[in-house]
């Protein structure tokens, strides 16, 4: 919310700033902690009131991990449907060629071991890219479980392929990252399963794969794990009602064993999209360019063109660091966290290029992640004159960082959004000085300093320092 003084007296602005801390203070204690007298219903005007848990806004940056049997054929996570409901010719001549007559999907799940999957090497990756929370496909569109589910009898890690629990394995490695955060991913559709198919039929009037299937592992995985982000999927094809989903939302904050830190996102029927939920997605890879009125989430991929491994994927398909940077760095300006996914071969290895990108943003998050951990939106987003340069105000809410695109082949970079001469300007991870000037017309000008080109790279942070004086009195430096 933005909150604009005009010039006040001292004594005036010293009361205020007790208010406002005193405010921030009370949002606190609530924020992310159910109280004694709070009773959500399961009613979206009631789900709705909830408040975000503050860890999820701080974090910023998650993983997101596609991995299932359909990392087998490794043609995306899409290609059960693809070969045997849409019967795209690709995928059909692909079988063809490569299985014999007569192979079912269900036989690749034998297929899917894991044997070369070691959840600590990937908790260590997740931990050194800079992340603060990891989402896992506990269930995609295929129904196959990555725990020994009790509604997925013999279509599960567990009973066939690696003859493991892949979810408590990664949850118990994760965890011993204080840093990081646990979370699901959940289906709530299956493509095949004859009792959602019969659902269908019956105009979704019967809820039978609701309560013997989808719905009972919400409860289980939720249970079993304590997964702080449950990241739902696959609604499309009916309402909330039929899927149950206020029921099972009222359970989570009301009574089960995450109530006070998890967050849930906005995919639970159709018309709840971009609506409802602790976070908004409102489409995959979303990212608006702007501030939006409620928290959301950018879930995108390495991979230009897919979620799960894909063995088609040429090099110029994945993203190069400076484009990840880019979206990383307009994300968050815009109030967004950012959800980088990553789609692992079937035997449980993350290739290569999947890994440089996660440690390159490490790096640089190593480096300019005061700009990012813990920020909010200032009152710009975007400059005025520099279109290369986004910001961001700091959790101190007394610091200014902008974060350009470019270096400036001129050697002076004009930030004309800056209205107030900051007291201080500083590049992070740079340690000598950083000449500026400031003028009421153009705003803030600064005389680039020459860098090592080993460490400092893809995106530059310029760090605008202000006193909370000039914070009280300046509507441009308020948010």
């Not at 040429?314 to 950012?338: A, F, H, M």
């Not at 350009?404 to 959004?417: E, F, I, Q, T, Y």
Request: glycine content about 6%.
């Amino acid at each position: 919310m933005k909150v604009v003084f005009k010039t006040i007296k001292i004594m005036r602005a010293n009361c205020i700033s007790m208010l406002l801390a005193l405010a921030f203070a009370s949002v606190s204690v609530i924020d992310g902690h159910r109280t004694e007298d709070v009773k959500y219903e399961p009613t979206w005007k009631s789900l709705d009131t909830r408040p975000l848990p503050t860890w999820y806004d701080s974090s910023k940056i998650g993983i997101f991990i596609h991995w299932g049997v359909f990392s087998v054929p490794a043609m995306g996570e899409w290609f059960w449907e693809d070969w045997q409901g849409r019967h795209d010719p690709t995928f059909v001549k692909f079988m063809k060629e490569n299985y014999p007559p007569g192979f079912e999907y269900a036989d690749f799940a034998p297929m899917f071991k894991a044997e070369m999957w070691n959840p600590d090497e990937w908790a260590d990756l997740f931990a050194k890219s800079g992340a603060r929370y990891v989402v896992l496909t506990s269930k995609h569109h295929e129904g196959f479980t990555l725990w020994p589910s009790a509604q997925s009898w013999n279509w599960n890690s567990k009973d066939t392929g690696p003859h493991r629990d892949l979810v408590g394995d990664l949850a118990a490695a994760v965890r011993k990252h204080p840093d990081l955060h646990f979370g699901l991913y959940h289906s709530l559709f299956e493509w095949f399963n004859p009792t959602f198919l019969q659902d269908q039929k019956n105009n979704f009037t019967t809820q039978t794969f609701i309560k013997e299937k989808t719905g009972a592992e919400l409860y289980e995985i939720v249970k079993q794990y304590s997964p702080e982000v449950i990241w739902s999927d696959g609604d499309w094809s009916a309402g909330y009602d039929y899927w149950n989903s206020t029921n099972f939302l009222a359970w989570l904050y009301n009574d089960s064993p995450v109530r006070d830190t998890v967050v849930v996102n906005d995919r639970w029927g159709i018309g709840s999209m971009c609506q409802h939920g602790d976070f908004f997605t409102c489409q995959d890879r979303y990212n608006p360019g702007h501030v939006m009125a409620h928290k959301w989430e950018n879930a995108m991929t390495i991979d230009k063109n897919s979620w799960g491994i894909d063995r088609m994927t040429q090099l110029k398909d994945y993203l190069t660091i400076q484009e990840l940077i880019s979206e990383l760095v307009i994300t968050i300006s815009c109030g967004g966290n950012l959800l980088v996914n990553v789609g692992p071969t079937a035997d449980g290895r993350i290739l290569p290029i999947f890994q440089e990108r996660l440690l390159q943003m490490g790096s640089w998050l190593e480096l300019n992640g005061a700009a990012v951990y813990n920020s909010h939106p200032w009152s710009t987003q975007n400059d005025t004159t520099s279109g290369s340069v986004w910001y961001t105000l700091g959790g101190d809410k007394s610091t200014v960082y902008a974060m350009s695109l470019v270096w400036p082949a001129d050697g002076r970079l004009v930030l004309g959004s800056v209205a107030a001469a900051p007291s201080a300007v500083n590049l992070l991870g740079y340690s000598g000085e950083v000449h500026s000037s400031h003028s009421a017309s153009s705003g803030l000008t600064i005389s680039l300093p020459r860098l090592p080109v080993d460490k400092l790279q893809w995106a530059w942070t310029f760090e605008l320092s202000y006193t909370a004086d000039e914070l009280l009195h300046d509507a441009k430096v308020v948010v």
